[in-house]
T-cell receptor, first 114, second 111 residues
Framework: EPEVTQTPSHQVTQMGQEVILRCVPI?????FYWYRQILGQKVEFLVS????????KSEIFDDQFSVERPDGSNFTLKIRSTKLEDSAMYFC????????????FGPGTRLLVL | DAKTTQPNSMESNEEEPVHLPCNHS???????IHWYRQLPSQGPEYVIH???SNVNNRMASLAIAEDRKSSTLILHRATLRDAAVYYC????????????FGTGTRLQVFP
């Protein structure tokens, strides 16, 4: 069964450093998402991406964050200058059109900012 | 977005049926009821969804009240692997594609 994959599974970085989290969505999916979950808290929506542009973003997704689909298979989340509060589990998800269809989540990247 | 209310936690014994309730009294006519679950240390996983009629799939059944103000996710025979946080989420089709997660119901399954 096709699945969403994410790399790395864990990342430790120093505050102020840039990190790139990578995702390979399911191949025929056209909608892509990033969510995050701070330890012990809810899963929070960050951004959705369709047709090579952001379709919706949350208040969390400020100028420090960016997303990109650099080729036909990868979908990345970049955090330019990490803060301690960016420590969380980051989940990528993808779905077929139209919006509102089932989202398939990856296993997540655990980011720890020191 | 319409709000859902779920119990914080529930317990079950293995091989017994589990009924996970969700209240959504402000649901609109175009809101689908989706259920996702999150196993420990994993990403959320789709379980089932419905609009008005009861739905069954290989994982679970979804019973929707006639007035649609509540629904119940039914696991017919709980296994240890079903221990997870279960989220009831309303989605207005074609209006938004994000999922808004609440705190969900943490289901514990005992052998």
């Amino acid at each position: 069964e096709p699945e969403v994959t994410q790399t790395p599974s864990h990342q430790v970085t120093q505050m102020g450093q840039e990190v790139i989290l990578r995702c390979v969505p399911i191949s025929n999916h056209l909608y892509f998402y990033w969510y995050r979950q701070i330890l012990g808290q809810k899963v929070e929506f960050l951004v959705s991406f369709y047709n090579n542009e952001i379709s919706e973003k949350s208040e969390i997704f400020d100028d420090q964050f960016s997303v990109e689909r650099p080729d036909g298979s990868n979908f990345t989340l970049k955090i330019r200058s990490t803060k301690l509060e960016d420590s969380a589990m980051y989940f990528c998800a993808s779905s077929v059109p139209p919006p509102g269809e089932t989202q398939y989540f990856g296993p997540g990247t655990r980011l720890l900012v020191l | 977005d319409a709000k859902t209310t779920q119990p914080n936690s529930m317990e079950s014994n293995e091989e017994e049926p589990v009924h996970l309730p969700c209240n959504h009294s402000t649901i609109s006519g175009t809101d689908y009821i989706h259920w996702y679950r999150q196993l420990p240390s994993q990403g959320p996983e789709y379980v089932i969804h419905g609009l008005t009629s009861n739905v069954n799939n290989r994982m679970a059944s979804l019973a929707i009240a006639e007035d649609r103000k509540s629904s119940t996710l039914i696991l017919h025979r709980a296994t240890l692997r079903d221990a997870a946080v279960y989220y009831c989420i309303l989605r207005r089709v074609y209006n938004t594609d994000k999922l808004i997660f609440g705190t969900g119901t943490r289901l514990q399954v005992f052998p």
